[in-house]
Structures are given as C-alpha cells and as structure tokens.
C-alpha cells in the first residue's frame, strides 16, 4: 500500500509541476465548447473557421503536453522547455488524431447499432479514457524510446491499483458532469477541471508502466549527471519577467555554463536550471550539482545546495559571492570554486570521479578560454550564441564598488578577432542583434578599432557595456555607429555635480559626461545610463542633481541602484573597517536597499523614493500608461458626477 501511494504521489507531483499547461488544456476544450454552444444563425462560416482554428490549436498542445508528460516522467527533462514542447508537438500530434479518431468511430458506431444508449461522447471518451490513455502512451514512448527485448510487458500491481483508481474517479466526475442539470456552473467547471486533471493523470500513470521496459531509457539514466543551477532569486515580479523574457527569448543564458559545458566530458549529461523556480521535484541523488551564486542570490543557492546534500549528490558552488566567502558557502556545500571556472573545473571533475572531492579549488589565475569553450559557442543555438560573445575579460578601472577587477583581474584578456568573426558569421543570417557580454567593450581601443572594422563588414547590430571615454574617440565612436551600434550601456555611477569625482579612474570624465553623452546620441546611438545613489559625499542636493542630470540628458532608459558592498569589493572592507555595514542579511543586498549606514541621507525614505522616480516616472512605457490610467480614472469621475 505504502508502495502505491509513493508512486501515485510521485505521479501527482510531475503532473502538478504542469498544472498550467493542464489549466490550458481546460480552458482550450472550454472555449470549444462555448463556441459550439454559440448561436452563430447568420454565421455559419465564421463559427467553422473558429472551430477549426481551435481544433488545430487543441491538437497541437495536446500532442505537445501528452509528449513532455512522457520525457519527465522517464526524466528524460526534468522540466518543460518551449524547444521540446515543439519537438513533442511535432511528434505527437498525429498520435492523437488516430487515437482521438478511433475512439469517436467507436462510438459512431455504438450510436448506430444502439440507437436508444442515451450515452454522451463524453461520456464514451471517459469509459475508454484507460484504452486511450494506453495506446497513446505506446505510440508515443515506443517512438521515443526502444523497449527491452525479451522483457514481458506486465502490470505492476502496484501501477494496477493506481490505474483503477484514478480510472474510476475519472468516470465518476465525468457522471456527476453529466448528471448536473441545473447545478451551478462554477462547480460544473470545477468538475470538469478535475476530470481534466484525472486524465491528465491517468496517461503519467499509464507512461510510467510502460517507462519501465524502455532499455534505451535505463542505459541513458545510467549515464552520469550534472546539473548546472542559477537559482532565481525569491520575489514576485521580478522572477516572472526573467521567466518569461528568458524562457521566450533565451536572455540570462548564464555564460557560466558555456564555458562549463565546453570544459566538461562528454560523457556526462547536463542538465541546465535557469530563469526556472524551484520545485522540490529538482532534488535527485548521486549527481554533481555546480550552482553559481551571487550575493543577491545566495539565500536561494544556499537552500538548493542544502536540499541536493540532504538527497545525496554532490555541491559545489561558485561565482563572485562565494569566492570571497568560501567558508559560509561550505556549510551548505562539498565544495567551493575560487575565481573563475577555467582552470579548477577540470580539477574538480576529475577529484568528483576519483571520490576525493576538495573543500576549496582554486582558480589558476585570469586564464584565456580554451579552445573547447569556442566549440560550444560555436555549437550553440544563434539565439543563445548572439547574445554570450565576449570580446574581452578583465577592466582597466578599479571602482570601489565593483568585484570584477578582483574576480577577474585588471589585465584586459582579449579573444583571437578570427574567434569572433567565426561565431558571427555562423549565427548572423538567423539572428541581426548581437548582445556583447563584456564588462567594457571599449576596454582596449586598439583591439576595439581592429575587431569593429571587421564587424562593420558583416552588417550586424549590437549593443553593448561601455566606458564613456569612447565618447573622446571620434574615430572609434564613428566605428561603433557604422558597424551597427544600436545601444550603448554607460555606467556613470555620478552625476557631473558630484563631489565623488575625486576617486579619479572611471570618475574622472564625470564633469563632462552630458557633452560626451551628447556626442554619443548625435551619432545617432542610444544611451542607457547606470547611477548610483549613496555614496559617501551625497546629501539631499545630489539626489536633485540625480533627478536633474537624468532629465537634461535624453537616456533612452536610465536605472539608479543604491550603493552596496558586495562582498570582494574595496568598498565592503573599507566600510566593514569603519562598521557601517547596517547588516549582512545577502537578501538586502539587491541595490535597492541601504545596507550602509548613511551620514547624510534619511535612508528609509529614499528607498521609496528612488523607484518611484526612477523605475516610474521616467521609464517612458510605464509613465504613459500611468498617465493614461490617471487621466482614465479622473475621465470616469466626473463623467459619474456629471450624471
Ligand atoms: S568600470 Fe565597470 S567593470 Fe570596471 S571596475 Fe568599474 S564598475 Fe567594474
């Protein structure tokens, strides 16, 4: 019994990680059945054209949603992904038809030969639910996976007893839908959702019988895993958007996993989790599991590497945060990569087959990406390849506030030009926009003219990090525009007012940042500025100058974070030296909070304000629709007092 229940619980949590898609599959046969139940007298044509649109629609996601079903359930995926949606679409919509096909030619000729049966093609569809849900799972997993030969396809009682059961509940809903004349329709629609659910469940439990004489399936779970993780940071509106830009767009591709990729064997298989929230079903055993960890995001690395530990597989983490504080991180982890991936990962790959795993692996200093990275890049997606080139690594500033310099050195590491062209030429006829990863593509102005006259020649558009100083380039601002610049991103980090500007490097530019920013636009370029807001000199007058160098200066998007002393940066010594750090909860450290303590600034107020100036008023979508749902509101008022 206890048998049973584990896999009718293990079953329920594939099927509710997709509850969505089967809402969607709910709200497809609703609007179907709305549209039949339309009274379309005078438009015969324009109800068969919707009908058909949708018929096209179901078939389509069902094919898809019944095909990710059987690839989680044989962890195949752990979870959905648009490319395989597609692919299972692709695959598995004809299955459908033939399976959907037989079962109404079965009850056309039930209607025929027994006239008087009173039974509903609902009602038929849900007694043969268990012969559908059967053939489909064959189809579907005997294309995707070979099964076992010689092994006897049987029942499992402990499936046997699930399969009635979620059977018989199914047909019982489907009764009480049918017997529910003049119910309330909410319930109605609830019951429906359940039975929907209950079938939905019935073919995981159906997929799961039949996974289990698949060989090719065995012999691929044997293979060894690693999973690559960048947790998403806990929220509500900001891990939608990532989800949603990412998951359609392919942005925040961590490049870290690039260049994992490039450097692991390829006998492992991996398994990659971004812009994804978390899902207790993630947890396996016996894998080797690499999250990469920021400060913002250190909460939720920490409680994956936990949760991994506790099942058994092996943690390792690494990124910016943990490489300054490798201690805290191995109390939730094995082990800790310090500084970059290249140059410990092959280290670390080789102790975790050996079983001799390391607490700390030490980078081996700013080293050049190996040959195998290129492949990867060059083997990835253009969508995904577009936006992760690399021109250079490393920064010749040194900003207080900034761990790259210590991350990743001061040493700008340029790649072959050949290397860059190579993968542009590869992904250009798929994808135009090219999205530079580099910290400051302007970091070496002679190896910025030399690559952009090439570029320039393949007619792309790109944007890009930048130091404002190409602004005093007439020669290299000219090159950006005409290899296809589109955006600039500066960060100015001051206002040219500020009293900061005597920190010199980056800084030293800042009183001529609108004549540069100037000339910038006039080349017909965009400008997204970066500022900060709590350094040590600014008072309420800074914020004025905030406000007022962001309106005088036409950016196309400004954003303005709150200084913070991310662990590694000169900036957190220097203030934990002089214990003005207010605390270390890494959950604060977001930039949108004060976590220093402020002379001059009342703290609490200006972590309302600055959203509410910047993130609204001059973020030009939002303030429109602002004004629009004021000036509507307004409209809607008098007219209801005129009345
Ligand atoms: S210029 Fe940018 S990358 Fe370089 S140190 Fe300053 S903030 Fe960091």
């Known amino acids: 019994m206890k048998k049973i229940l584990k896999n009718l619980q293990h079953q329920i949590k594939i099927l509710?990680?997709?509850?969505?898609?089967?809402?969607?599959?709910?709200?497809?046969?609703?609007?179907?059945?709305?549209?039949?139940?339309?009274?379309?007298?005078?438009?015969?044509?324009?109800k068969g054209i919707f009908l058909s649109i949708l018929a096209v629609v179901k078939i389509s996601f069902y094919g898809g949603f019944y095909g990710i079903l059987v690839e989680i359930a044989s962890e195949q995926e752990i979870f959905l992904t648009f490319r395989r949606f597609k692919q299972n679409v692709k695959d598995g919509w004809l299955f459908y038809i033939i399976l959907s096909a037989f079962i109404c030619?079965?009850?056309?000729?039930?209607?025929?030969?027994?006239?008087?049966?009173?039974?509903?093609?609902?009602?038929?569809?849900?007694?043969?639910?268990?012969?559908?849900?059967?053939?489909?799972a064959y189809l579907i997993i005997s294309k995707k996976y070979s099964f076992s030969r010689g092994d006897r396809m049987s029942f499992d009682p402990k499936f046997f007893f699930s399969t009635i059961f979620i059977y018989v509940v199914k047909i019982v809903l489907v009764h009480m839908l049918e017997s529910s004349n003049d119910g309330s329709v909410i319930i109605d629609k609830l019951i429906a959702?359940?039975?929907?659910?209950?079938?939905?469940?019935?073919?995981?439990?159906?997929s799961m019988q039949f996974i289990k004489h698949c060989s090719s399936d065995i012999e691929e779970r044997q293979r060894p895993e690693i999973y690559l993780i960048t947790p998403v940071v806990s929220g509500v509106l900001e891990p939608i958007i990532n989800l949603i830009l990412g998951n359609l767009l392919n942005f925040f591709y961590p490049p870290v996993f690039l260049i994992l990729r490039g450097l692991t064997p390829k006998k492992y298989i991996i398994r990659e989790f971004y812009n994804r929230f978390w899902n207790d079903r993630y947890y396996k055993s016996n894998k080797l599991v690499v999250i990469?960890?920021?400060?913002?995001?250190?909460?939720?690395?920490?409680?994956?590497?936990?949760?991994?530990?506790?099942?058994g597989s092996t943690v390792v983490i690494g990124g910016f945060h943990v490489?300054?504080?490798?201690?805290?991180?191995?109390?939730?982890?094995?082990?800790?990569?310090?500084?970059?991936?290249?140059?410990?990962?092959?280290?670390?790959?080789n102790d975790y087959e050996k079983g001799t795993m390391k607490k700390k692996y030490y980078s081996l200093g700013p080293l050049d990406d190996p040959e195998s990275v290129q492949k990867e890049l060059m083997s990835a997606s253009p969508e995904i390849a577009s936006k992760l080139i690399e021109t250079t690594r490393g920064c010749?500033?040194?900003?207080?506030?900034?761990?790259?310099?210590?991350?990743?050195?001061?040493?700008?590491?340029?790649?072959?030009?050949?290397?860059?062209?190579?993968?542009?030429?590869?992904?250009?006829?798929?994808?135009?926009?090219?999205?530079?990863?580099?910290?400051?593509?302007?970091?070496?102005?002679?190896?910025?003219?030399?690559?952009?006259?090439?570029?320039?020649k393949l007619k792309i558009k790109?944007?890009?990090?930048?130091?404002?100083?190409?602004?005093?380039?007439?020669?290299?601002?000219?090159?950006?525009?005409?290899?296809?610049?589109?955006?600039?991103r500066f960060g100015y980090e001051i206002t040219d007012q500020s009293v900061e500007i005597k920190q010199g490097g980056k800084f030293s530019l800042a009183n001529k940042y609108s004549v540069l920013t100037k000339k910038v636009r006039d080349k017909g370029i965009h400008v997204t500025a970066f500022l900060?807001?709590?350094?040590?000199?600014?008072?309420?007058?800074?914020?004025?100058?905030?406000?007022?160098?962001?309106?005088?200066?036409?950016?196309?998007?400004?954003?303005?974070?709150?200084?913070?002393?991310?662990?590694?940066?000169?900036?957190?010594?220097?203030?934990?030296?002089?214990?003005?750090?207010?605390?270390?909860?890494?959950?604060?450290?977001?930039?949108?909070?004060?976590?220093?303590?402020?002379?001059?600034?009342?703290?609490?107020?200006?972590?309302?304000?600055?959203?509410?100036?910047?993130n609204l008023i001059f973020f030009r979508p939002l303030t429109y629709a602002f004004l629009f749902a004021l000036f509507y509101a307004l409209g809607v008022g008098i007219f209801s007092m005129l009345k």
């Not at 959702?193 to 159906?206: E, K, R, S, T």
């Not at 250190?298 to 099942?311: L, M, P, R």
């Not at 310099?405 to 290397?419: A, L, S, T, Y």
């Open 16 to 46: 509710n990680s997709l509850y969505y898609l089967v809402f969607f599959a709910f709200l497809i046969d609703l609007s179907i059945i709305a549209i039949i139940n339309l009274n379309f007298s005078n438009a015969i044509f324009l």
């Open 105 to 136: 030619i079965l009850y056309l000729i039930l209607i025929t030969n027994i006239p008087n049966s009173n039974i509903t093609l609902l009602l038929f569809f849900s007694y043969f639910d268990i012969v559908f849900c059967l053939g489909l």
């Open 193 to 206: 959702l359940m039975a929907q659910y209950f079938h939905f469940l019935l073919f995981v439990n159906i």
């Open 292 to 311: 990469t960890c920021y400060t913002f995001n250190s909460y939720e690395a920490y409680s994956i590497a936990k949760g991994f530990k506790e099942k």
């Open 323 to 349: 490489s300054f504080l490798p201690d805290e991180a191995l109390e939730y982890c094995d082990s800790v990569v310090i500084g970059e991936a290249v140059g410990a990962w092959e280290e670390v790959i």
């Open 396 to 456: 010749k500033f040194d900003c207080e506030f900034c761990a790259g310099p210590m991350m990743c050195g001061r040493q700008i590491r340029k790649k072959p030009v050949k290397d860059i062209l190579a993968i542009i030429k590869k992904v250009r006829h798929q994808c135009k926009h090219f999205c530079f990863l580099d910290a400051n593509i302007y970091a070496d102005p002679k190896y910025f003219i030399e690559l952009f006259e090439e570029i320039k």
């Open 462 to 488: 790109w944007i890009a990090s930048c130091s404002i100083d190409i602004a005093t380039n007439v020669k290299a601002l000219t090159l950006a525009k005409e290899s296809g610049c589109k955006i600039l």
């Open 532 to 614: 900060i807001f709590g350094h040590d000199s600014d008072n309420f007058k800074s914020f004025l100058d905030l406000i007022r160098f962001s309106l005088v200066n036409p950016f196309f998007t400004r954003s303005v974070c709150i200084l913070t002393p991310y662990p590694g940066t000169r900036l957190y010594y220097r203030k934990l030296a002089e214990d003005k750090i207010r605390n270390l909860n890494w959950m604060d450290y977001n930039a949108s909070k004060f976590v220093l303590k402020h002379d001059k600034l009342n703290e609490p107020l200006y972590e309302v304000i600055i959203p509410i100036i910047f």
